[in-house]
């Protein structure tokens, strides 16, 4: 079992910035592909980000190309979601997860909330 711990959500103004944490209980987060979701109210969890195990490659959602970026350091079994020029839209939940199936697989960035095993409890980000 995985215990993730996001932090770091807050009220942000026109053009600001939040870098989202997300804490691993285990050492083998090293092991797993990692990436952020979000839920906006009355509408469905959206994929944000996410980085492959060997954190040699990312992918993030068209929204936010460009002003987010996903990062993880091993050593601190942390990932981050670096958050630039939010706007209105950016307003949602904000959802750490990770995948433990895709180790064989250095480069691959799962995408889909179903190929995820664990997830954080959320943190809310406000414009």
């Known amino acids: 079992q995985v215990q993730l711990v996001e932090s770091g959500g807050g009220l942000v103004q026109a053009g600001g910035s939040l870098r989202l944490s997300c804490a691993a209980s285990r050492r083998t987060f090293s092991s797993y592909a990692m990436g952020w979701f979000r839920q906006a109210p009355g509408k469905e969890r959206e994929f944000v980000a996410a980085v492959s195990w060997s954190g040699d490659n990312t992918f993030h959602a068209d929204s936010v190309k460009g002003r987010f970026t996903i990062s993880r350091v091993g050593t601190k079994n942390t990932v981050y979601l670096q958050m630039n020029s939010l706007k209105p839209e950016d307003t949602a939940v904000y959802y750490c997860?990770?995948?433990?199936?895709?180790?064989?697989?250095?480069?691959?960035?799962?995408?889909?909330?179903?190929?995820?095993?664990?997830w954080g409890q959320g943190t809310q980000v406000n414009y």
């Open positions: 997860a990770a995948a433990n199936k895709y180790d064989s697989r250095r480069y691959y960035v799962p995408t889909g909330s179903g190929e995820y095993d664990y």
